[in-house]
Each structure stands twice: as structure tokens, then as C-alpha cells.
């Protein structure tokens, strides 16, 4: 006879065995087992927050409705992406600090990026969870 588990029951599942599959070798696994589990804790679940979505912008398509966007000055953005691109590329600028010895005003720059950003529409997250629970198989 097969039960459903809650919602609930699954995310104190979940939290309680994350990680547990780093000995497991790389492949496909065959199971079948059945196991009575002993699961108690406490879940909390924060409230669901909204955030700007800049990480899920998809990089090329927007800068091709951005060059098709340019008119006349569509041939000096083409150019002064590839320098961008290519500066960024060829000195790993990933970190705050590269960005800040290379712009001569970073306030200035970053008002430009904020003012950007918060133009963006605004998605909503679920709130995180955490849990203290722990599991005990029983016989």
C-alpha cells in the first residue's frame, strides 16, 4: 500500500539527506527498497521576496535588440562592445576590484547600471527554507 507524502514531509526529507549523494559513483543506479523513517524537527519557510531578475537576462539576444535598437550608431556600439568584450576577456574581469582601477568614476558608472536594473521588471522568489531536523531509521 503506497502513501502519498505531504509537502511538508518532502522538503524535511529533502533538507534532511541534501548532500548524501557524493558517494554515489557516476552513472545509472538501480532501487527498490522500502525503509520506515523516524523524521522530527522544526521547518521554517522565510517569506517569498522579489528581486530583479539580472542573472536569468539572456546575453546575446538582448544585445541584438540593443544593436537593433541603435540606428546610426549601431557600427560604434558593434565596436565598442568587441573592446569591451574583448578587454574583459583578455583580463579576467570578473571582481569589483578590477572594475574599480579600470573606471575613472565607478560611482558614476554604477548610477548608470543601477538606474538600468531597477527598470527592470520584478520576479518573486520563494522565501528560504531551513530546517533542523533529523532522521533515524526504524527496524
Same mark, same amino acid.
Given at each position: 500500500m503506497s502513501k502519498e507524502l505531504s509537502n511538508l514531509q518532502l522538503v524535511a526529507l529533502s533538507k534532511v539527506i541534501k548532500g548524501e549523494n557524493s558517494a554515489l559513483t557516476a552513472g545509472s543506479h538501480e532501487v527498490d527498497f522500502i525503509v520506515k523513517l523516524h523524521v522530527k524537527g522544526e521547518i521554517k519557510k522565510g517569506a517569498d521576496v522579489e528581486y530583479t531578475p539580472t542573472a536569468e537576462i539572456?546575453?546575446?539576444?538582448? +544585445?541584438?535588440? +540593443?544593436? =537593433?535598437? +541603435?540606428?546610426? +550608431?549601431? %557600427?560604434?556600439?558593434?565596436?565598442?562592445?568587441? =573592446?569591451?568584450?574583448? =578587454?574583459?576577456? @583578455? %583580463? !579576467?574581469?570578473? @571582481?569589483? !576590484? #578590477? #572594475? =574599480? @582601477?579600470? *573606471?575613472? !568614476?565607478i560611482e558614476e558608472a554604477m548610477s548608470h547600471v543601477l538606474r538600468i536594473t531597477a527598470a527592470l521588471p520584478k520576479k518573486t522568489k520563494s522565501g528560504a *527554507?531551513?530546517?533542523?531536523v533529523v532522521m533515524n531509521i526504524l527496524e
Open positions: 539572456p546575453l546575446l539576444p538582448t +544585445m541584438a535588440l +540593443m544593436l =537593433e535598437k +541603435m540606428g546610426f +550608431m549601431r %557600427e560604434k556600439a558593434i565596436s565598442l562592445l568587441i =573592446e569591451a568584450m574583448k =578587454e574583459a576577456i @583578455s %583580463e !579576467d574581469i570578473a @571582481s569589483k !576590484d #578590477v #572594475v =574599480e @582601477s579600470r *573606471t575613472k !568614476d *527554507t531551513t530546517a533542523k
